[in-house]
């Protein structure tokens, strides 16, 4: 089992910052895989950023690719969201997921956090 709890989200004016953190605990083997998806009213679920957390390779969806970096941070066991130049199509709530494989789909995640809002005003 693997527990997740977001942090981070507020709202902000276009081309702020904000950084989320996702606080994980349980099986290592379960969170190999961490991702950040997020939501916007009336569309679907969309991973943003994916990161491996043995060695700390990430990848990222076109629309945050230069905006948005993903870390972590072994000894806190927690991984973050960091998002400059935020756009008002940024706007939504914002999950991180933990799974064994390399994906940017919902379905190939097994753990999630109960999501944390992100609102961004033009």
């Known amino acids: 089992q693997v527990q997740l709890v977001e942090s981070g989200g507020g709202s902000v004016e276009a081309g702020g910052s904000l950084r989320l953190s996702c606080a994980a605990s349980g099986s290592t083997y379960s969170r190999r895989w961490m991702a950040w998806f997020r939501q916007a009213p009336g569309k679907e679920r969309e991973g943003v950023a994916v990161i491996y957390t043995v060695i700390g390779g990430a990848g990222y969806a076109d629309s945050v690719k230069g905006r948005f970096t993903i870390s972590q941070d072994n000894a806190k066991n927690t991984v973050y969201l960091q998002m400059n130049s935020l756009k008002p199509e940024d706007t939504a709530m914002y999950y991180c997921?933990?799974?064994?494989?390399?994906?940017?789909?919902?379905?190939?995640?097994?753990?999630w956090g109960q999501g944390t809002q992100v609102t961004v005003s033009s």
């Open positions: 997921a933990a799974g064994v494989a390399y994906s940017f789909r919902v379905t190939d995640y097994d753990y």
